[in-house]
């Protein structure tokens, strides 16, 4: 019986300090701040540093009453657009024409009617290949 007045009491401290939960004090936060999209008057391209694409890259399918859509963390187009781009205009493609500054605004005059798209983009970063399929 002596056993068990020593026993039971050490076992209910055990309970009592490995049993017991102690809340948290860290706060766990998900998500990526990625500041304000740059303000470019014919869009940015949808890869880091996100320079300012110039007139001719994209498409009309991305401006609503000239103003640009976006692209990358900013891109406000459904989850199924594909939108056409001209990469002739991108420097990844060789492009090393002149660049709109911040301070242009969008020309409304400039209709695309030569624009000539040879690629299919969602904005995200990714492009449309052959036969629908997507490449990165």
């Given at each position: 019986m002596r056993k068990w007045n020593v026993l039971v009491p050490a076992?209910?401290?055990?309970a009592l300090a490995f049993g017991t939960a102690?809340?948290?004090q860290a706060q766990v936060s998900f998500g990526v701040?990625?500041?304000a999209a740059p303000v470019c008057p014919y869009g940015y391209y949808d890869y880091?540093?996100?320079?300012?694409?110039p007139?001719?890259?994209y498409g009309p399918e991305w401006f609503s009453n000239?103003?640009?859509i976006g692209a990358g963390p900013w891109f406000h187009g459904?989850?199924?657009?594909?939108?056409?781009v001209d990469n002739r205009f991108d420097g990844r493609h060789g492009y090393h024409g002149s660049y709109p500054s911040h301070e242009e605004h969008f020309d409304h005059s400039r209709n695309f009617n030569n624009f000539h798209g040879n690629e299919m983009?969602?904005?995200r970063g990714h492009e449309r290949g052959e036969h629908g399929h997507d490449s990165h």
């Open positions: 076992i209910a401290a055990a102690v809340p948290s701040q990625v500041g880091s540093p996100y320079q300012c694409a007139y001719g890259y000239g103003v640009f459904s989850h199924d657009f594909y939108g056409h983009r969602d904005g």
